[in-house]
């Protein structure tokens, strides 16, 4: 079965599915192309115009960058001062070149600030400096795509990637007290959390905001609502000091609680700028390989450790990466696996735009090219598995029958992935729908 790009007739089913949701059939987008000899069906639906793709763009950014890089390739935080710390302990400054990973978990963070206490040091006497040159781009305003500064998807890339800049908050609920135990992750000094939040009946909402009724201010975070005791143990990430660039105070708050932690001494700040020349390399951190980022960025549709692995891109070295060489490099990287570019409109590289445009024709055609790639395992295994985990794991899908990304944002749904059919074959599958009916 093929329908032509212009869009000819639908099967019945879906022509009916999407009636029965209020989607006029020129909303709906979707390509499905074999992968083996035992496929025999293929399907084009206005597969060649470029669309709002949401989340499932995360596909061309991760498998753009696993071509580039390999899946063992890791980057490396390097610590730096300009004395020796086994000769009296102390630093003038500390600084830190960030690498531009996708992520920097805090647990390794702190590991390297406990091997900083071993190599002798004992006490910072000036600022803790971090160095982001290896990318180029002003900081982004969290509140612009959709008004939720304080929720950890809406962050920009950060060169650091600190814990994703944001707090992790364990509800335990307990009956007893009427109340919820609130016990957070990293610790941040300079930044008051809740312990405790009201339990309330109702409903566990998907988005535990719209119970906690969450406020932040300058000194920290209260919950205006309650808890709700349907919800049990659950995590709750959030983003502190909304609103404005924080990356340095965040950094310099968690570096402060691990470092007093290990009993050392700083009560400098923490600031943006350059390694010296003359500095001492102390240590340095190695991100998780990239395969382990690329599993963490699909499987849950994390946006900043996208838009830091799409700036890594561009990044070379002494060439910062950018947004503009990052979408030239990606549009690249898409025609050269034979894929026709015409109207690929790369933007940050997560989806998470109103400006990315991609057809379904084209991200089905860099799954197909995955899909015949050497690192096609890690790939694959970095996509939600039906009826097992992420986001397809209540799609009512035979276990394993597909791996498949889906994507959200108002007015669009998405998914692309890999099915298998009773026949035994594998099909990379792409269907959009950008309508204000979408949800």
């Not at 079965?1 to 020129?26: I, N, T």
């Not at 975070?221 to 983003?239: I, K, M, N, Q």
């Not at 990606?330 to 989806?351: E, I, Q, T, Y």
């Not at 026949?423 to 309508?435: D, L, T």
């Amino acid at each position: 079965m093929h329908a032509g790009a212009s869009g000819a007739e639908l099967p019945a089913e879906v022509a009916a599915a999407l009636q029965a949701c209020g989607v006029d059939e020129p909303d709906f987008h979707a390509a499905v192309i074999p992968l083996s000899d035992a496929g025999r069906l293929s399907l084009e639906v206005r597969a060649a115009e470029p669309v709002l793709p949401a989340s499932v763009f995360k596909i061309v950014t991760t498998a753009a960058a696993l071509d580039r890089f390999g899946p063992a390739w890791t980057w490396r935080t390097r610590f730096y001062a300009m004395e020796r710390p086994e000769a009296g302990g102390m630093a003038s400054a500390l600084w830190i070149k960030a690498s531009g990973a996708p992520w920097l978990p805090a647990s390794d963070f702190r590991e390297g600030v406990a091997r900083l206490r071993q190599l002798g040091l004992k006490r910072i006497e000036g600022p803790l400096v971090i160095d982001r040159s290896v990318f180029s781009e002003p900081p982004v305003d969290p509140a612009q795509f959709d008004g939720e500064p304080f929720r950890p998807y809406n962050q920009g890339p950060d060169a650091l990637a600190l814990g994703v800049q944001s707090v992790t908050c364990i509800f335990s609920p307990d009956p007893a007290s009427g109340e919820a135990r609130v016990t957070h992750a990293p610790e941040l000094p300079g930044y008051a959390m809740p312990a405790r939040a009201p339990l309330q009946e109702g409903d566990c909402p998907s988005n535990l905001a719209r119970a906690l009724l969450p406020q932040e201010q300058d000194s920290g975070l209260v919950f205006r609502g309650g808890y709700p005791a349907s919800c049990g143990e659950r995590a709750w990430s959030v983003t502190p000091w909304p609103g404005a660039w924080f990356g340095d105070r965040y950094a310099g708050e968690v570096f402060r609680g691990f470092w007093e932690a290990e009993g050392g001494i700083w009560t400098g700040r923490a600031e943006t700028g350059a390694v010296p020349e003359s500095a001492r390399e102390l240590l340095s951190i190695a991100s998780r390989p990239l395969a382990d980022l690329v599993k963490a960025i699909n499987k849950n549709s994390i946006n900043p450790m996208a838009r830091n692995l799409f700036l890594l891109l561009s990044a070379g070295e002494g060439t910062p990466g950018t947004l503009e060489g990052s979408r030239r490099a990606l549009s690249a990287w898409l025609a050269s696996k034979g894929v026709d570019a015409a109207g690929f409109a790369p933007d940050n590289g997560s989806g998470l735009s109103r400006r990315e445009r991609a057809s379904v024709r084209q991200i089905a055609g860099v799954l197909r090219a995955a899909y015949e790639s050497w690192w096609a395992p890690e790939l694959l295994a970095s996509l939600p598995i039906a009826g097992q985990d992420g986001t397809m794991r209540r799609r009512g899908l035979a276990a394993g029958s597909a791996r498949v990304k889906t994507g959200y944002m108002r007015g669009v749904r998405s998914i692309a992935g890999y099915v298998k059919a009773s026949s035994g074959g594998w099909y990379a599958v792409c269907a959009i729908i950008n309508s204000p009916a979408a949800a």
